[in-house]
C-alpha cells in the first residue's frame, strides 16, 4: 500500500487515465481489488498536462480513456478527492485538513472563511487525537520497560536509566484518559488551549476524534507527512488573522504569552530539526518568552532521543527593551549558555532583528 505524503503528484511515465468516474467504478468492481482507493486528479495552477485523447480511436468509447506519457513538475497533477471502495466514502472532506495542513508549516495564507465549521473542528480534533497518539506510544514503551524490569533480572539497569518513567501526575493523567475512553468518550473533554500556558499542559484533555471517525488511510497519509517534516516556516500573523488559522490559535500559540507552543509542535512533527517564524514586528521577545524558551531547551537537553528540534528563528521580531542595551545582550547570551544554547541576534537582507536558538 502507498501512502501519499503530498496532494500534488509528478508522475514521470506513460500512463492511462479516464474522464467517467463511473467507468472506473465499474472496471474497479469487476476486475480489481475491492479494498483499493480511487484517485481524482485536476491540473494544478490551470496548467494542463499534454495527453492523447483515447476515445475517437477505441473499441471502446464509453471507456473515455486518455494516454500520457507523463507529467512535469510545471504541470503537477492535484490531488482532489480519494474514494474508498470498501465502504464507497469519499475523503474530500479530509483531504481539506491535509491541504491546511501543508499550508500551515510553509507560512502560506490559506483563506479559511470558505471552510465549512465542521472541517475547522475536524482539524481541531486532528491536532488532539495526533498528539493523544504520541502519548500513547510513549505510555505502551515505558509499561514495556517496567513489565520487563519485573520479569527479567538481567537486565540492563543503564539501558532502563535511559527510557522515561511515569510522574505521579503523568500516571494520574493517563488513568484519566483511559476511563474517559472507557466510557464511550461520555466524559470528553472539549478543552481547546490547555490549563495554563506551560510546557506540561495536559495534552490527553484535548477533544479529539472517537472510534472510526478518522478513515485510516488519512490518518496514516497525515501521519506519514508529520514524520516526514523536517522543518517548519510559520506567519505569526496568520494566526491572529481570523480569515486564516485563528481558530487553531488555541491549540497551537500560547493565551497569555506571544510564542507558538513548541511542545506540541515537537509532538506533532517529532522529526522536525527547524522551526522559523515570520513575527511581522507582532511578536515581542519579552522576558517571559525568553523564560519560556530557556525551559523549552532545557527539556529538550533532558530528552535527546525523543525531541529532534534544535534551532529556533525568529524573523521581523518587534524591538524589545530585553536587548534594547549591549549589556542586556550578553547577559542574555550568558543566560543561554548555561544550558549550551547558542543566542544571537542576526541582520538580514530582507528581515530585520533575526533572533537566532541553536541547541
Known amino acids: 500500500k502507498i501512502i501519499c505524503t503530498s496532494n500534488t503528484f509528478c508522475i514521470k511515465a506513460p500512463f492511462s487515465l479516464t474522464q467517467s468516474k463511473q467507468i472506473i467504478l465499474n472496471a474497479t468492481h469487476a476486475l ?5 482507493l480511487i484517485l481524482e486528479f485536476e491540473p494544478q495552477r490551470q496548467r494542463s498536462m499534454p495527453y492523447f485523447d483515447c476515445q475517437p480511436f477505441a473499441d471502446f468509447t464509453a471507456e473515455q480513456e486518455i494516454l500520457t506519457i507523463g507529467n512535469d513538475e510545471l504541470r503537477m497533477l492535484q490531488l482532489t478527492n480519494i474514494l474508498d471502495l470498501k465502504s464507497f466514502q469519499e475523503y474530500k472532506p479530509w483531504l481539506a485538513l491535509f491541504e491546511i495542513l501543508q499550508q500551515l508549516i510553509v507560512g502560506a495564507h490559506s483563506d479559511t472563511n470558505k471552510l465549512h465549521q465542521s472541517v475547522k473542528q475536524n482539524m481541531q480534533k ?4 495526533e498528539l493523544q497518539k504520541n502519548i500513547d506510544d510513549d505510555a505502551s514503551a515505558t509499561a514495556a520497560v517496567k513489565q520487563k524490569k519485573v520479569v527479567n533480572p538481567y537486565l540492563d539497569m543503564e539501558l532502563l536509566k535511559s527510557f522515561a518513567e511515569f510522574s505521579p501526575n503523568q500516571n494520574k493523567r ?3 484518559r483511559y476511563d474517559t475512553k472507557q466510557g464511550n468518550n461520555a466524559g470528553k473533554m472539549n478543552a481547546l488551549s490547555g490549563d495554563g500556558d506551560d510546557e506540561d499542559d495536559d495534552d490527553s484533555k484535548l477533544d479529539c476524534f472517537g472510534k472510526n471517525e478518522l478513515p485510516n488511510y488519512m490518518d496514516e497519509m497525515m501521519h506519514a507527512f508529520c514524520t516526514q517534516t523536517q522543518v517548519i516556516r510559520l506567519n505569526w500573523l496568520h494566526f491572529m488573522d481570523a480569515s486564516c488559522y485563528s481558530f487553531l490559535s488555541p491549540l497551537l500559540c500560547m493565551e497569555k504569552l506571544e510564542m507558538i507552543r513548541l511542545h506540541r509542535f515537537c509532538k506533532l512533527f517529532q522529526h ?9 514586528q507582532k511578536l515581542n521577545v519579552d522576558e517571559k518568552c525568553c523564560q519560556y524558551i530557556y525551559k523549552f531547551i532545557t527539556k529538550c537537553n533532558e530528552k535527546k532521543k525523543n525531541v529532534a528540534l534544535r534551532k529556533l528563528m525568529l524573523y521581523n521580531v518587534a524591538h524589545s527593551s530585553v536587548f534594547m542595551s549591549n549589556e542586556a545582550f550578553k547577559s542574555r547570551q550568558s543566560y543561554f ?7 544571537c541576534i542576526d541582520g538580514h537582507k530582507l528581515h530585520q532583528n533575526v533572533f537566532i536558538f541553536e541547541w
Open 32 to 36: 480489481f481489488d475491492k479494498n483499493g
Open 126 to 129: 486532528w491536532i488532539g487525537y
Open 174 to 176: 493517563f488513568e484519566l
Open 272 to 280: 522536525c530539526k527547524l522551526i522559523e517564524i515570520y513575527c511581522g
Open 337 to 343: 549558555k548555561q544550558i549550551q544554547c547558542k543566542f
